[in-house]
């Protein structure tokens, strides 16, 4: 991807309570995991000037929030596959770079980082 037509926005250490997990224990309280996620954007071909030339991180917080109310999830891989198809979905999304980590396993993080590319790479404007 050139560097010129593409935009990152990010959102880090976005930390949540949610169950997950496929142990027995992990069944019986939430676990903080904590979310990474940068995403490539098409640049606009004016200046931003209005919530509409943007892609909000609201749109991605909002998105991690609601999948983690959903539910019990079993894996890490899956919550990570969940949040990336839930990005591509904005029309200027091109790419996604996910990082879930489980905080509350062992000292220290443990967890997955995906990338995922939009299937059809034609930015909306």
């Known amino acids: 991807m050139q560097q010129d037509v593409a935009d990152t926005i990010f959102v880090h250490d976005f930390v949540l309570e ?14 903080r995991v ?3 996620v940068d995403v ?6 004016h200046l ?8 909000s991180y609201d749109y991605i917080t909002d998105g991690i929030s609601k999948i983690a109310s959903e539910g019990h999830i079993l894996l890490v891989e899956a919550l990570a596959e969940r949040v990336a198809t839930h990005v591509l979905q904005q ?3 091109l790419q996604v ?7 509350d396993i062992r000292p220290g993080s443990v967890g997955v980082e995906i ?3 939009k299937p059809s790479s034609n930015p909306a404007r």
Not at 40 to 45: C, G, Q, S
Request: charged residues 30%; hydrophobic residues 50%; proline residues 5%.
């Open 18 to 31: 949610m169950m997950i997990g496929i142990f027995a224990h992990e069944y019986l309280k939430p676990q």
């Open 34 to 36: 904590r979310f990474n």
């Open 40 to 45: 490539a954007v098409a640049r606009i071909d």
């Open 48 to 55: 931003p000037e209005d919530i509409h030339d943007i892609v």
């Open 91 to 93: 029309a200027r999304a």
């Open 97 to 103: 770079k996910v990082r879930v980590e489980k905080l």
């Open 115 to 117: 990338i995922r590319l």
